[in-house]
């Protein structure tokens, strides 16, 4: 991905927004420091990850978990 600095974004303007349309991502810079990710509008989102596992350790399933409250429903609806 180009990093392009203020000052030039500015100078072409029309050949960046060009280049994004085209499905071409660029990041505009300030100073050195990352400002803006350029990308064309019908790019789709980003998909965030999804961190599968990460309580793993500190949450315990009990072994019957598919039948806890069985009783109390049966007899709901026997009732």
């Given at each position: 991905?180009d990093i392009i600095n203020?000052?030039?974004?500015?100078?072409?303007?029309?050949?960046?927004?060009?280049?994004?349309?085209?499905?071409?991502?660029?990041?505009?810079?300030?100073?050195?420091k990352p400002m803006a990710?350029?990308?064309?509008?019908?790019?789709?989102?980003?998909?965030?990850?999804?961190?599968?596992?990460?309580?793993?350790?500190q949450i315990r399933v009990?072994?019957?978990?598919?039948?806890?409250?069985?009783?109390?429903?049966?007899?709901?609806?026997?009732?």
């Amino acid at each position: 991905m180009d990093i392009i600095n203020m000052r030039d974004a500015n100078t072409r303007l029309s050949q960046l927004v060009d280049k994004a349309a085209k499905g071409e991502h660029f990041i505009i810079s300030k100073a050195g420091k990352p400002m803006a990710r350029v990308t064309a509008v019908d790019t789709p989102e980003p998909v965030k990850s999804r961190r599968l596992g990460f309580l793993q350790g500190q949450i315990r399933v009990p072994e019957d978990f598919d039948r806890l409250g069985e009783t109390d429903i049966a007899e709901s609806f026997e009732s």
